[in-house]
């Protein structure tokens, strides 16, 4: 008996094996989840198909989130194959490079609009097309980092997403819960992945975060699944519209130097 046994889970965002969105699957897979998974183009499906294979995932179809004829494609085929989601998953985000790092003044309109259409605004347009495949007890999440709520190096235009991405949290929160879905995001600490690479300065970001958080480790894949279960299945019954932070406490920290490097400054 696993905790989402009979469960249809939709996933955006899987990659590569260094996903967040792949700590997420085998996690809820190996709770009995049947995953349904989908992919941004075509580098993306050979990438993602074997990976589909290894669980056994029989529904692996493109889908460009910008483009609200793909969303439609893939929810219609979710209705025709399976008839119900329980869970849904978003774990998608991008920025033009140029939008990370320099100057915040300088990010471009258009890149503006695109970090946000991808990273934010498809939150709503798949709760929209998920919401009457979904009943009462159903969980969408998604993935969002602290730079929406403290100011971090380079994160620019992605943060700005991620604040956005976490208020839609909280609207869709209160749109659905009449009917009994919850919508939650995870705050994951930083993790080596696609996207992260993209961030300038990633890899000192990481370093860093081990030596202060509190936990003093760094977050893994696991860790956010683990996150994941829990607002996915019933055991967070009640609990919605909340950012869960999965980020060895580096969030609670006022001042993030180490003792070690206060006493360098005395
Ligand atoms: P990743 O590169 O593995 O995943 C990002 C995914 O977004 C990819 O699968 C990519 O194909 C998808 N994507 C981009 N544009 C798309 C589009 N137009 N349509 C459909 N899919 C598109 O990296 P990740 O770090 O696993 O990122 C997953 C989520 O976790 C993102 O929201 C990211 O911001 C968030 N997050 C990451 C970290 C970190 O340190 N890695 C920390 C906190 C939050």
């Not at 899987?14 to 809820?28: D, E, H, M, P, V």
């Not at 004829?69 to 869970?87: N, P, Q, S």
Request: proline share 3%; with cysteine; net charge negative.
């Amino acid at each position: 008996m696993g905790l989402m046994d009979g469960k249809i889970v939709l996933i955006f965002g899987l990659a590569n094996k260094n996903s967040i969105a792949w700590g997420i699957t085998q996690r809820l897979h190996a709770e009995g989840a049947t995953i349904l998974l989908s992919y941004a183009g075509e580098i993306m499906e050979k990438r993602v198909m074997p990976l589909a294979k290894e669980i056994g995932c029989e529904f692996v179809e493109p889908c460009d989130v910008t483009q609200d004829t793909d969303l439609d494609a893939i929810f219609e085929k979710v209705k025709e194959r399976y008839g119900k989601l329980d869970v849904l998953v978003h774990s998608v985000a991008f920025a033009q490079r140029e939008d990370l790092g320099g100057r915040f003044v300088d990010i471009s309109r258009d890149g503006f609009k695109l970090a946000l259409d991808i990273s934010a605004y498809s939150l709503i347009a798949m709760s929209k097309r998920a919401e009457p495949l979904m009943s009462a007890g159903s969980s969408i999440m998604s993935l969002t980092y602290y730079a929406a709520e403290k100011v971090m190096p380079k994160y620019h235009v992605m943060a700005v997403a991620k604040a956005a991405l976490e208020t839609i949290t909280r609207y869709l929160a209160n749109d659905l819960g009449p009917k009994g879905i919850r919508v939650n995001a995870i705050s994951a600490g930083p993790i080596k992945t696609l996207a992260a690479a993209g961030v300038p300065g990633f890899r000192m970001m990481l370093k860093y975060a081990e030596k202060a958080a509190p936990l003093r480790h760094l977050v893994s894949q696991d860790d956010v699944g683990n996150a994941a279960l829990y607002l996915a299945s019933d055991l967070s019954t009640n609990v919605t519209g909340e950012v869960l932070h999965v980020d060895a406490g580096y969030h609670i920290l006022g001042l993030t130097m180490t003792e070690e490097e206060l006493a360098g400054i005395e």
